[in-house]
């Protein structure tokens, strides 16, 4: 094991940086066979915020368990203020003032926001803890600048809410550690900049703050530190003001992968035009509103937006999942397609990856070769009376070569069992050895590192050099200016703006925020 | 997990069942030698006990299978019991009214029960369908109208017309299913075994089969790769209720040669009972059933000759089940002792 140590220097003494509070070190945890902490070192100071950044599956979320007390280590060492301790629970954690909000958030749907706070916290007779943590709850929420309906049920909460009560539970509980694992991955930008402005606030008041991430944007703008992970091991810690993003990208891959623009050379004819669609929710607000565009064959239509603008009402229209009030989809050769089923969609060439694989893309209890093989199943390729599984197999293990899924090590294996940008390239793999002709891809790199996001592009912008219209719905910008050889703006339910590429960062971002 | 380990693990939390029932069993009064008389040598050596159990197992198979392609569906089949007893009603209907011609009267009697079978399963599957009704309410509830319905027909319109009791008239001789030629098994238990053939093909081998594994495991997933989810679990929902029609036809032609107040009660939880033990797979079903077959014979002759409660069968049963469902835990966990 080498860590590299090029760039740490030394932290400069501001007022606010005292002591060390937590300290692991040689930290060892097997599962099996496979190592996921290899001698992994790590501290955290009072009242900074440290932010933990690396490749999915590099071992972040893993290190931060062992110190919430969810996994216990194999061997080494954690310091509490110089003071060896033993995590053995999360009880333990608690008693020792660590919070860790995780990245699936773990509420109870039907209860209020302030009784899943005192389902957490609560202590002694129900009404006065109640009372009592409402009233913490209020005045934390002042002190860092948040609002949360306290009384409304977390599964009318938005997502983001959600999280400020997962945050509100830790400190409610008086946490003087706080770890978030991947707490934007679900946030849109202006959501993710109150995130941090708040946990900035909290560590000026004297709490530590580690923030699990791979967006790199993230670790430069808001840490104090940051530590980077690659393999289980900790490559380096380092001062964000000394980084430059290639530097940091090079020390969490090891290697470069910087993507630069492709644009199209051939774009032909309209494949599909989409004309004056809505539709209404049940509750009749019109999430979809008067959306038209088109798309050619050998093109990248990006749609760019924040999220929750009816993104995936228009996903799920064009997949066939849900059909529009008013409107027309015209697809090329097959008139209006507006009312077709999702397997006459399939037919007609139209592939859909939808933004929640683990809901829509792939049966995590099923083997990855069923998971491959059900789209010939349907058509009938593998035999119409008996499927025949060794065909279908051998039609796996080429497929799952050619699109270079790894992780898969036996036939058998279970779908969920393969990390998220596998299991993402096991959807592409399944969809695109079709050859579709449309391809509707909503926030394919959703929760992916780098390397997994760039196959991803590859693979799209394969299927728009075979000739196919390929609609690249995200709420990421970067990826959209990156990937599009045009771009739409939508918000509330219709594309208000369009540009073509080259186009301009600031005129796209204020027509989404213009509307937002 | 391997599939030989997984196998195993059942296989032992099965025989823990077994011996902690058997232990029941001394402790209240029956020795080991007579245990092991009861359930094994007179069973395996008396034909007239084969055939008992023989009988009783091909109902049992088919209402197993029933149970396990609803559950394969995510279609949650509480009301069994309700299309047995209307399965039967189909084929006394048949049998009472001389409808059609007599050589094909028993094949007629079958389809009817098949139909009826089917037929009652229609509104629990559209309430659950459009409405959104959980099935396991309905189908449970629609036991109890089934079953008031019988008591209706049997004191009503088909009392017996020569000794008056609230059961139909007997069938005749060609409305029974009779022995294979030549052997002393019942054809009901020919008719069980095709049905575990046609059922593994179409639950292991077939399109069908595979598809509605992704039906199970993910229903929106199912959907977005454009498969037609409600039709996937009406289909087995209908087959659900079609066999279970079936079963009912064989109980009252191979068994009780009418249609009779009690018939069917039991069938309902001992076909949840053997879809769940064998994991919805057609041929374990057979196993199962079998099983529980012997149990229940055995049982009898034990109520009888050693003054035994029936609660304490079905005490067994639970015993068997609570084992082997706690083995699964065994297949799902690895277990590691950290000194």
């Not at chain 1, 937590?22 to 790590?42: C, E, M, Q, Y």
């Not at chain 2, 008992?52 to 009301?79: C, D, E, Q, Y």
């Given at each position: 094991m080498t860590i590299t140590n090029t760039y740490n220097r030394d932290l400069p003494a501001t007022?606010?940086?005292?002591?060390?509070?937590?300290?692991?070190?040689?930290?060892?945890?097997?599962?099996?066979?496979?190592?996921?902490?290899?001698?992994?070192?790590?501290?955290?100071?009072?009242?900074?915020?440290?932010a933990l950044l690396g490749e999915n599956g590099a071992g972040k979320s893993t290190l931060m368990n062992v110190v919430c007390g969810l996994y216990t280590a194999d061997s080494g060492t954690i310091l509490h203020y110089d003071k060896p301790i033993l995590i053995k629970s999360p009880n333990d954690a608690h008693n020792l003032g660590v919070g860790m909000v995780h990245q699936h958030y773990k509420l109870v749907k039907p209860f209020t926001a302030l009784e899943n706070i005192q389902l957490e916290n609560g202590t002694g007779p129900y009404k006065a803890s109640l009372d009592r943590l409402n009233a913490k709850a209020v005045e934390v929420s002042e002190r860092i600048g948040f609002t949360v309906g306290l009384h409304t049920p977390v599964g009318q909460l938005s997502i983001s809410e959600q999280q400020r009560v997962e945050i509100l539970k830790v400190l409610t509980a008086d946490a003087k550690i706080i770890i978030l694992d991947e707490p934007t991955a679900v946030l849109t930008d202006s959501e993710s900049d109150n995130l941090f402005t708040a946990m900035r606030s909290l560590a000026a008041s004297g709490c530590s703050v580690v923030f699990v991430t791979h967006k790199l944007r993230e670790a430069l703008t808001f840490a104090d530190r940051i530590t980077v992970m690659r393999n289980g091991i900790t490559v380096d810690t380092v001062l964000p003001k000394n980084m430059d993003a290639?530097?940091?990208?090079?020390?969490?891959?090891?290697?470069?992968?910087?993507?630069?623009?492709k644009r199209s050379?051939?774009?032909?004819?309209?494949?599909?035009?989409?004309?004056?669609?809505?539709?209404?929710?049940?509750?009749?607000?019109?999430?979809?509103?008067?959306?038209?565009?088109?798309?050619?064959?050998?093109?990248?239509?990006?749609?760019?937006?924040?999220?929750?603008?009816?993104?995936?009402?228009?996903?799920?229209?064009?997949?066939?999942?849900?059909?529009?009030?008013?409107?027309?989809?015209?697809?090329?050769?097959?008139?209006?397609?507006?009312?077709?089923?999702?397997?006459?969609?399939?037919?007609?060439?139209?592939?859909?990856?939808?933004?929640?694989r683990a809901s829509h893309g792939l049966a995590n209890d099923l083997n990855v070769d069923e998971n491959f093989a059900i789209s010939g199943v349907l058509a009938g390729e593998f035999g119409k009376l008996v499927v025949q599984r060794r065909r279908a197999r051998a039609a796996a293990a080429q497929a799952i070569q050619d699109f270079d899924v790894r992780g898969v090590r036996s036939?058998?294996?279970?779908?969920?069992?393969?990390?998220?940008?596998?299991?993402?390239?096991?959807?592409?793999?399944?969809e695109f050895s079709r050859l579709p002709k449309i391809v509707v891809a909503h926030s394919p790199c959703r929760g992916l590192d780098v390397r997994a996001s760039s196959a991803v592009h590859e693979h799209l912008l394969a299927a728009r050099d075979r000739g196919g219209a390929v609609i690249l719905i995200s709420e990421d910008l970067d990826e959209v200016m990156l990937m599009s050889d045009r771009i739409g703006v939508m918000s509330r339910g219709?594309?208000?703006?369009?540009?073509?590429?080259?186009?301009?960062?600031?005129?796209?971002?204020?027509?989404?925020?213009?509307?937002? | 997990m391997s599939k030989r380990n997984q196998a195993l693990v059942i296989?032992?939390?099965?025989?823990?069942?077994?011996?902690?029932?058997?232990v029941t069993l001394m402790f209240v009064g029956i020795s080991a030698p007579d245990l092991l008389n009861e359930f094994i040598f007179s069973i395996f050596t008396s034909s007239r006990s084969i055939n008992?159990?023989?009988?009783?197992?091909?109902?049992?198979?088919?209402?197993?299978?029933?149970?396990?392609?609803?559950?394969?569906?995510?279609?949650?089949?509480?009301?069994i019991e309700g299309q047995v007893i209307f399965g039967a009603i189909g084929a006394t209907l048949i049998a009472t009214y001389d409808v059609g011609p007599e050589q094909f009267r028993i094949y007629l009697m079958a389809s009817m029960a098949m139909l009826f079978g089917m037929a009652w399963m229609i509104l629990p599957l559209f309430l659950s369908v459009k409405l959104r009704v959980n099935e396991i309410i309905s189908t449970l509830l629609l036991n109890y109208v089934a079953f008031n319905f019988l008591l209706h027909l049997l004191y009503g319109p088909w009392k017996d017309p020569e000794t008056f009791f609230p059961n139909s008239k007997i069938y005749e001789k060609s409305e029974r299913l009779n022995n294979v030629m030549g052997l002393e098994i019942n054809v009901s238990v020919v008719i069980a075994l095709v049905f575990v053939v046609l059922m593994t093909w179409l639950l292991s081998l077939s399109r069908f089969g595979y598809i509605l594994k992704f039906v199970y495991a993910n229903s929106n997933m199912a959907k977005s790769i454009g498969i037609n989810v409600v039709l996937m679990v009406s289909i087995a929902a209908l087959i659900s209720?079609?066999?279970?029609?079936?079963?009912?036809?064989?109980?009252?032609?191979?068994?009780?040669?009418?249609?009779?107040?009690?018939?069917?009660?039991?069938?309902?939880?001992?076909?949840?009972?053997?879809?769940?033990?064998?994991?919805?797979?057609?041929?374990?079903?057979?196993?199962?059933?079998?099983?529980?077959?012997?149990?229940?014979?055995?049982?009898?002759?034990?109520?009888?000759?050693?003054?035994?409660?029936?609660?304490?069968?079905?005490?067994?049963?639970?015993?068997i089940v609570i084992c082997v469902a706690a083995s699964e835990f065994f297949i799902q966990h690895r277990i590691n002792i950290i000194k």
């Open positions: 007022d606010n940086v005292a002591g060390t509070v937590l300290s692991l070190k040689n930290i060892v945890k097997t599962f099996g066979k496979f190592v996921a902490l290899d001698n992994v070192s790590f501290d955290l100071k009072h009242g900074e915020v440290h290639n530097v940091l990208a090079n020390l969490i891959v090891g290697e470069s992968v910087v993507e630069s623009p050379k051939v774009v032909t004819t309209p494949k599909i035009m989409i004309d004056r669609l809505s539709m209404a929710d049940i509750n009749g607000v019109q999430v979809i509103s008067d959306l038209s565009f088109n798309v050619s064959s050998g093109e990248i239509y990006g749609i760019a937006g924040v999220g929750g603008n009816g993104q995936n009402e228009l996903v799920s229209i064009l997949s066939g999942l849900l059909r529009a009030d008013v409107g027309t989809i015209e697809l090329d050769g097959y008139g209006n397609i507006e009312a077709a089923k999702p397997i006459e969609l399939r037919n007609y060439g139209v592939a859909c990856i939808h933004s929640d036939q058998g294996q279970k779908a969920g069992l393969l990390s998220g940008g596998n299991a993402q390239k096991l959807v592409i793999a399944r219709s594309i208000i703006a369009e540009f073509e590429v080259p186009a301009d960062r600031n005129k796209i971002g204020k027509a989404m925020a213009g509307n937002a | 296989c032992g939390g099965l025989g823990i069942g077994l011996l902690v029932s058997a008992a159990v023989l009988a009783l197992a091909a109902p049992l198979t088919i209402v197993g299978l029933s149970a396990a392609i609803g559950f394969k569906a995510r279609f949650w089949n509480i009301g209720g079609a066999l279970s029609g079936l079963a009912g036809f064989t109980i009252s032609a191979g068994i009780d040669s009418r249609l009779t107040q009690g018939f069917f009660i039991g069938y309902g939880f001992l076909g949840i009972l053997i879809g769940f033990l064998a994991r919805n797979n057609p041929i374990l079903v057979v196993i199962f059933a079998l099983m529980m077959a012997i149990l229940m014979v055995a049982g009898q002759s034990l109520q009888v000759f050693y003054q035994i409660p029936f609660a304490m069968i079905q005490l067994i049963q639970a015993i």
